[in-house]
T-cell receptor
Framework: SQTIHQWPATLVQPVGSPLSLECTVE??????LYWYRQAAGRGLQLLFY??????ISSEVPQNLSASRPQDRQFILSSKKLLLSDSGFYLC??????????FGDGTRLSIL | QKEVEQNSGPLSVPEGAIASLNCTYS??????FFWYRQYSGKSPELIMS????GDQEDGRFTAQLNKASQYVSLLIRDSQPSDSATYLC???????FGSGTQLTVLP
């Protein structure tokens, strides 16, 4: 069966510090991968999605970036965090036209 | 741009009642829709998929898709307090999620 791992579960970072969130999927090949952000009490905002290694589509201009160095690995990064980057970050995978499956999420607080 | 809109919440229903959640969409080409449940502080989990016009039932849950009117709905029968959560709908490409409807089932 397929599983998705996302870490860390919580993270507290100072403004201006770098960020690296990692997500890995097991049990499937060539999945579509997604990064979402959810502000408190709000809906899901798609940040990036990837249909293959090295293929990244950005939905929202911001100071975040994503990379897919391996088939089942998706990384969300920032060089300098802003206060507005606080939120709940979710990684998800799917195969085309099938439902997405989400990781447990990372709750990021910026101080 | 594809849009998915959910009826305004929050929604409160008494225990045992039917909860009705609705979603409208803009892209007539959308073929499939998914409903997710998200408990507070947790990630969304898939509860229903619907791939064609009509109804899809799974236990107490029924998803309905009406392509002519461009809406999709989720009915929860015999609502339980454990159903209290935010429900999100998503269209097939899943690049677009509704903003969610918060459901509270009152004991």
């Amino acid at each position: 069966s397929q599983t998705i791992h996302q870490w860390p579960a919580t993270l507290v970072q100072p403004v201006g510090s770098p960020l690296s969130l990692e997500c890995t999927v097991e049990g499937t090949s060539n999945p579509n991968l997604y990064w979402y952000r959810q502000a408190a009490g709000r809906g899901l905002q798609l940040l990036f999605y990837s249909v293959g290694i090295g293929q990244i589509s950005s939905e929202v201009p911001q100071n975040l970036s994503a990379s897919r160095p391996q088939d089942r690995q998706f990384i969300l990064s920032s060089k300098k965090l802003l206060l507005s980057d606080s939120g709940f970050y979710l990684c998800a995978w799917s195969v085309t036209n099938q439902p997405q499956h989400f990781g447990d999420g990372t709750r990021l607080s910026i101080l | 741009q594809k849009e998915v809109e959910q009826n305004s919440g929050p929604l409160s229903v008494p225990e045992g009642a039917i909860a009705s959640l609705n979603c409208t969409y803009s892209d007539r080409g959308s073929q499939s829709f998914f409903w997710y449940r998200q408990y507070s502080g947790k990630s969304p989990e898939l509860i229903m998929s619907i791939y064609s016009n009509g109804d899809q039932e799974d236990g107490r849950f029924t998803a309905q898709l009406n392509k002519a009117s461009q809406y999709v709905s989720l009915l929860i029968r015999d609502s339980q307090p454990s159903d209290s959560a935010t429900y999100l709908c998503a269209e097939q490409g899943q690049l677009t999620f509704g903003s969610g409807t918060q459901l509270t089932v009152l004991p």
